[in-house]
């Protein structure tokens, strides 16, 4: 079996949501049924699947979710500065998740199976998770780096900007959701970016019997 770590992010400081949600909930502990938060949710996947993740955060209440295993990064000031600080944490394959997405069954399943150097996952909004090989490790770095400097000086670049610069900066291919890397999730995978996203989801998935892989 290729050595494999998961990693789920779930560092930022939920600056903007805590100031436009007072009092909401952190949106990785919003509580699905059978009564799991997301973050369990997604931990509880990772097992199932036969791999112990890894939550990176600094926040008390997700580390008291994560199970004993959790990793507090150096440097957080944006999703791609805190995967940089992971990098001692890679493995042969790594994987890397968001920590406020809720991942269908078929979800979770296209992101363990994909068995290519790198891959994206997502829709066509949104990217909700990575793949990558050791072979790609520098390919990562640098990648980070470039997406860092393209900023300009804002923090809040995530994984799908990453993937924006990626697939820029490589422009000998189809355009970025015809690439053969990038994998579009087949089912009601979805983040939580705001309360309503929240009502939205409980209409359309939950309160519809569709929320699958389940305990």
Same mark, same amino acid.
């Given at each position: ?5 998961? /990693?789920?992010? =779930?560092?930022? #400081?939920?600056?903007? &949501? ?11 502990? +919003? ?25 990176? %955060? ?7 979710? *994560? !199970? ?13 500065? %805190? /995967?940089?600080? %992971?990098?001692?944490? &890679? ?22 199976? &994909? #068995?290519?150097? +790198? ?5 066509? @909004?949104?990217? @909700? =998770?990575?793949?990558?090989?050791? *072979? ?13 400097? /393209?900023?300009?000086?804002?923090? =809040? ?5 990453? &993937?924006?610069? @990626?697939?820029?900066? !490589? ?10 890397? @990038?994998?579009?999730?087949?089912? +009601? %995978?979805?983040?939580?970016? =705001?309360?309503?996203?929240?009502? *939205? ?9 569709? /929320?699958?892989?389940?305990?």
């Amino acid at each position: 079996m290729i050595e494999t770590t998961v /990693l789920i992010l =779930a560092a930022g #400081d939920n600056t903007l &949501w805590r100031k436009v949600y007072p009092g909401a909930p952190l949106k990785h502990l +919003y509580i699905l049924p059978p009564g799991e938060t997301i973050i369990a949710r997604q931990i509880r996947q990772c097992k199932d699947r036969g791999i112990e993740p890894i939550v990176v %955060t600094h926040e008390p209440t997700i580390i008291k979710e *994560s !199970d004993g295993r959790h990793y507090v990064p150096v440097i957080r000031d944006g999703t791609v500065q %805190t /995967l940089l600080s %992971t990098i001692s944490l &890679w493995k042969e394959r790594t994987i890397i998740l968001h920590g406020d997405v809720i991942f269908g069954k078929i979800g979770m399943d296209q992101v363990f199976s &994909w #068995d290519k150097p +790198y891959g994206s996952f997502g829709n066509y @909004f949104e990217t @909700f =998770a990575i793949s990558f090989r050791k *072979s790609q490790w520098l390919m990562m770095v640098k990648l980070i780096m470039r997406t860092i400097e /393209l900023s300009h000086g804002e923090l =809040a670049r995530g994984i799908g900007h990453m &993937w924006n610069v @990626f697939c820029k900066d !490589d422009n000998r291919g189809p355009k970025m959701m015809d690439r053969p890397e @990038f994998i579009l999730i087949k089912d +009601y %995978t979805s983040d939580i970016d =705001a309360p309503g996203f929240w009502s *939205s989801f409980n209409i359309s998935v939950v309160d519809r019997g569709r /929320l699958d892989d389940l305990p």
